[in-house]
């Protein structure tokens, strides 16, 4: 899955470099994690929220965490570019929120009755829908670990 979105984003495909996916729930570990793979020859940097976290956290408070990190990048040249993915779960409501805010990659549970119809407004939007999270994450650059040892 996380391969389809850096073909999405990119039309060149290293294979010699890995993909870097780190869970990352506050602005410190985001910011760890992007200090953590400068110049360790990663090809894509991917921050993915916690499982669900647009129901419990929301997807404003994702999107300003991931814009303050931007903001904080921009002044640190040699930070990575990156991608960020805000999981969902199954709420329509918060995937369709998130979407029209501006929100390009997203986890959605395919098992949703919803699924069609937030497929097809990111579609619309250009925007990515992910029906599983990806197999490899990273440890926290940070060293904090959640309860799924993730």
Do not use: Y
Not at 9 to 32: H, I, K, Q, W, Y
């Amino acid at each position: 899955m996380i391969r389809q979105i850096c073909q999405h984003l990119s039309t060149e495909n290293d294979d010699n470099n890995p993909d870097c996916v780190f869970m990352v729930s506050t602005l410190r570990e985001a910011c760890g994690a992007l200090r953590a793979v400068q110049g360790n020859g990663c090809s894509k940097v991917i921050l993915i929220s916690p499982p669900a976290a647009a129901g419990c956290m929301g997807g404003p408070w994702w999107m300003a965490m991931m814009t303050q990190c931007r903001s904080f990048q921009d002044q640190e040249l040699a930070s990575p570019a990156f991608v960020d993915i805000l999981d969902c779960g199954s709420q329509a409501g918060r995937a369709v929120s998130a979407l029209t805010r501006g929100q390009k990659h997203i986890v959605f549970d395919p098992a949703s009755p919803q699924r069609k119809a937030v497929e097809m407004l990111a579609a619309s939007l250009g925007a990515t829908v992910l029906f599983q999270r990806p197999d490899t994450i990273q440890p926290s650059p940070l060293g904090i670990v959640g309860p799924s040892g993730e």
